[in-house]
C-alpha cells in the first residue's frame, strides 16, 4: 500500500507540473500546503492551525523554512486523526511539489471539497445582505427580491448565467431554485419558503465550515472501513451498501425523530429476519400505542397486536377493558405479529447494540417521498429493504436454499444467519462534495454542530 502511495503522489506531481508548467514547482507546492491549512484552519478546537494560518497572513510568498513548518502542521494533524498519507515513505530527495501533494488526504473529493472552501472564502467577502421578502414566493410572481434571489443561486453555483427576467420569477430561475433545494436536502417544490430562504441567506463561510468538519470527520471514519459494508448517514436520510468496495445500492431511510434519535454507532449485521414479530419496546408503548388504544379499544386486534403477561400467556379483554386498562400502568407486554400491519415490514436486519435499534422494512413507504425523513422512534426504515434483503440472501445468507423456498411465506418468522457478519456505521455528516462536483447540504437535524459566531 505505501508503494502505491507514493507512486500515486509522484504521478500526481508529475501531473501538476505538467499543468502548471509557467508555474514554478515551490510557488505551487506553497500554494497546496496554505490550502490545505486554511480549510483546515476552520475547523473549531483547531487554534495550532488558526495561528499557523495567521502567521502566513503578512505573505504568502514561499520560503525552506515555511514549508517545512506548514509541512509539520499538517503531518501532525492527520496523524492525530488516524489518517495515513503518502508523506511518511516519501524519499528525501522529493521535491517541494510532491511533499505538499504527499499531505493531501487520498480520497477523489479532497482537491474539488478544496475548491469549494476556496471559492466561498472568497465569496465571504462580497456583500450578503440577507433575503427577507416578507412572503413565499412561487414561479409566474413578480417581486422586488427577485433580482437579489438570481444573484445569489449565480453567486452559489445553482445559475450558470444571469438572466434578463427583472423582477419575474420565470421558468429559468424556478430551475434553478429546484436545483438549489435538492442539494440541501429541500422539497424541490421551487417555492421560496422560510426554509429555502434560511439556506439562501447562509454565509458563505459558514458553508466552508462545514465543508471541512465533514470532510474531516469522513476521511477519518473511512479510514476504518472495510471492503464490504452498510453506511446510514442520518442527516442525508440515505443507506449505502458497498461490496469489495464497489457500492451496488443506495436507499433512502427514515430515521429517528430529533428527540429520539437514531444513535451513531458501528456493529455488525449478523441476521436477516422474514417476516419478523414486533415487540413493542416499554418507551414506544407509553408514548405511542396506549394513546390509541385509549381512544379505540379495538386498536390491537385491528393491527394485528397480541398481548402476554410475563409469564408467556396471552391475554384478552374486551375492547372497553383494553381501553381501561390503557390508562393506568400496561401491566402486559405487546407484540405485533408479522404480516400487513407489521412495523417491521416483511424484513428486519440484525445487529447487536445497546439502543435496541435495527434496520427494516416498513409499510409505510409515502414516507420516503418526504423532505424531511427524522419521523421514527430511532430504528431506521429502509425503502429498498426487500432489495438489500434480496441482496443480503443470494451472497450472504448461510442457507440461500431455504431463503429461496421461503420468499412466497408471509407469515412464518425466520432468522436466516449471514455466513460472517456485515459491519453497518450509522454516521452524520451534514456537508460533502459528491461525485458530480456540487456542495451537498444537509440540516443539522439533531442539533450536534453549535452556531459559528464569528464569520469574518
Given at each position: 500500500?505505501?508503494?502505491?502511495?507514493?507512486?500515486?503522489?509522484?504521478?500526481?506531481?508529475?501531473?501538476?507540473?505538467?499543468?502548471?508548467?509557467?508555474?514554478?514547482?515551490?510557488?505551487?507546492?506553497?500554494?497546496?500546503?496554505?490550502?490545505?491549512?486554511?480549510?483546515?484552519?476552520?475547523?473549531?478546537?483547531?487554534?495550532?492551525?488558526?495561528?499557523?494560518?495567521?502567521?502566513?497572513?503578512?505573505?504568502?510568498?514561499?520560503?525552506?523554512d515555511k514549508q517545512q513548518t506548514v509541512?509539520?502542521?499538517?503531518?501532525?494533524?492527520?496523524?492525530?486523526?488516524?489518517?495515513?498519507?503518502?508523506?511518511?515513505?516519501?524519499?528525501?530527495?522529493?521535491?517541494?511539489?510532491?511533499?505538499?501533494?504527499?499531505?493531501?488526504?487520498?480520497?477523489?473529493?479532497?482537491?474539488?471539497?478544496?475548491?469549494?472552501?476556496?471559492?466561498?472564502?472568497?465569496?465571504?467577502?462580497?456583500?450578503?445582505?440577507?433575503?427577507?421578502?416578507?412572503?413565499?414566493?412561487?414561479?409566474?410572481?413578480?417581486?422586488?427580491?427577485?433580482?437579489?434571489?438570481?444573484?445569489?443561486?449565480?453567486?452559489?453555483?445553482?445559475?450558470?448565467?444571469?438572466?434578463?427576467?427583472?423582477?419575474?420569477?420565470?421558468?429559468?430561475?424556478?430551475?434553478?431554485?429546484?436545483?438549489?433545494?435538492?442539494?440541501?436536502?429541500?422539497?424541490?417544490?421551487?417555492?421560496?419558503?422560510?426554509?429555502?430562504?434560511?439556506?439562501?441567506?447562509?454565509?458563505?463561510?459558514?458553508?466552508?465550515?462545514?465543508?471541512?468538519?465533514?470532510?474531516?470527520?469522513?476521511?477519518?471514519?473511512?479510514?476504518?472501513?472495510?471492503?464490504?459494508?452498510?453506511?446510514?448517514?442520518?442527516?442525508?436520510?440515505?443507506?449505502?451498501?458497498?461490496?469489495?468496495?464497489?457500492p451496488v445500492l443506495q436507499s433512502r431511510?427514515?430515521?429517528?425523530?430529533?428527540?429520539?434519535?437514531?444513535?451513531?454507532?458501528?456493529?455488525?449485521?449478523?441476521?436477516?429476519?422474514?417476516?419478523?414479530?414486533?415487540?413493542?419496546?416499554?418507551?414506544?408503548?407509553?408514548?405511542?400505542?396506549?394513546?390509541?388504544?385509549?381512544?379505540?379499544?379495538?386498536?390491537?386486534?385491528?393491527?394485528?397486536?397480541?398481548?402476554?403477561?410475563?409469564?408467556?400467556?396471552?391475554?384478552?379483554?374486551?375492547?372497553?377493558?383494553?381501553?381501561?386498562?390503557?390508562?393506568?400502568?400496561?401491566?402486559?407486554?405487546?407484540?405485533?405479529?408479522?404480516?400487513?400491519?407489521?412495523?417491521?415490514?416483511?424484513?428486519?436486519?440484525?445487529?447487536?447494540?445497546?439502543?435496541?435499534?435495527?434496520?427494516?422494512?416498513?409499510?409505510?413507504?409515502?414516507?420516503?417521498?418526504?423532505?424531511?425523513?427524522?419521523?421514527?422512534?430511532?430504528?431506521?426504515?429502509?425503502?429498498?429493504?426487500?432489495?438489500?434483503?434480496?441482496?443480503?440472501?443470494?451472497?450472504?445468507?448461510?442457507?440461500?436454499?431455504?431463503?429461496?423456498?421461503?420468499?412466497?411465506?408471509?407469515?412464518?418468522?425466520?432468522?436466516?444467519?449471514?455466513?460472517?457478519?456485515?459491519?453497518?456505521?450509522?454516521?452524520?455528516?451534514?456537508?460533502?462534495?459528491?461525485?458530480?462536483g456540487t456542495a451537498q447540504f444537509r440540516?443539522?437535524?439533531?442539533?450536534?454542530?453549535?452556531?459559528?459566531?464569528?464569520?469574518?
Amino acid at each position: 500500500m505505501a508503494d502505491f502511495r507514493l507512486l500515486l503522489v509522484l504521478l500526481c506531481g508529475l501531473l501538476v507540473s505538467v499543468a502548471h508548467a509557467t508555474e514554478p514547482d515551490d510557488d505551487t507546492a506553497w500554494k497546496t500546503l496554505t490550502e490545505q491549512l486554511q480549510m483546515l484552519a476552520l475547523l473549531p478546537e483547531q487554534e495550532q492551525l488558526r495561528v499557523a494560518m495567521q502567521s502566513l497572513a503578512d505573505g504568502q510568498s514561499y520560503s525552506l523554512d515555511k514549508q517545512q513548518t506548514v509541512e509539520q502542521e499538517l503531518a501532525h494533524f492527520w496523524q492525530q486523526q488516524g489518517v495515513v498519507l503518502p508523506f511518511s515513505v516519501l524519499p528525501k530527495d522529493a521535491t517541494a511539489l510532491q511533499r505538499a501533494l504527499a499531505l493531501e488526504p487520498q480520497r477523489p473529493e479532497y482537491q474539488p471539497t478544496v475548491n469549494r472552501i476556496q471559492y466561498l472564502l472568497w465569496l465571504q467577502q462580497q456583500p450578503w445582505p440577507e433575503i427577507r421578502p416578507g412572503g413565499w414566493l412561487r414561479p409566474g410572481d413578480n417581486h422586488a427580491a427577485i433580482p437579489q434571489i438570481t444573484q445569489r443561486l449565480l453567486w452559489l453555483g445553482d445559475l450558470s448565467h444571469y438572466p434578463d427576467n427583472g423582477y419575474d420569477y420565470t421558468d429559468a430561475l424556478a430551475t434553478a431554485v429546484r436545483h438549489f433545494q435538492g442539494r440541501h436536502g429541500l422539497k424541490q417544490d421551487a417555492v421560496i419558503g422560510s426554509q429555502t430562504l434560511r439556506w439562501l441567506n447562509i454565509a458563505p463561510k459558514q458553508r466552508a465550515i462545514w465543508l471541512a468538519q465533514s470532510f474531516v470527520a469522513e476521511t477519518r471514519y473511512r479510514e476504518q472501513l472495510p471492503a464490504s459494508y452498510i453506511l446510514v448517514n442520518v442527516p442525508a436520510y440515505e443507506l449505502q451498501l458497498v461490496d469489495a468496495g464497489t457500492p451496488v445500492l443506495q436507499s433512502r431511510v427514515v430515521v429517528g425523530l430529533p428527540n429520539r434519535q437514531t444513535p451513531l454507532l458501528q456493529s455488525r449485521i449478523s441476521s436477516v429476519v422474514l417476516n419478523p414479530g414486533w415487540h413493542v419496546p416499554r418507551s414506544i408503548l407509553r408514548k405511542d400505542l396506549l394513546p390509541h388504544i385509549r381512544k379505540d379499544g379495538n386498536y390491537l386486534n385491528q393491527k394485528d397486536f397480541r398481548v402476554f403477561d410475563y409469564q408467556g400467556h396471552q391475554i384478552e379483554q374486551t375492547p372497553e377493558q383494553w381501553q381501561q386498562l390503557a390508562y393506568g400502568r400496561f401491566p402486559y407486554r405487546v407484540v405485533q405479529q408479522p404480516g400487513v400491519h407489521s412495523a417491521l415490514g416483511r424484513f428486519k436486519f440484525h445487529f447487536d447494540n445497546s439502543f435496541d435499534v435495527y434496520l427494516h422494512d416498513t409499510p409505510e413507504k409515502q414516507l420516503f417521498n418526504r423532505a424531511d425523513r427524522a419521523l421514527s422512534s430511532g430504528c431506521v426504515r429502509v425503502e429498498k429493504a426487500d432489495e438489500l434483503a434480496q441482496w443480503l440472501g443470494q451472497h450472504w445468507v448461510r442457507d440461500p436454499r431455504k431463503w429461496h423456498d421461503m420468499q412466497q411465506d408471509f407469515q412464518t418468522t425466520q432468522w436466516f444467519a449471514l455466513t460472517q457478519p456485515l459491519p453497518v456505521y450509522i454516521v452524520y455528516w451534514t456537508a460533502w462534495v459528491d461525485g458530480q462536483g456540487t456542495a451537498q447540504f444537509r440540516d443539522d437535524v439533531y442539533h450536534k454542530f453549535s452556531t459559528v459566531v464569528d464569520l469574518r
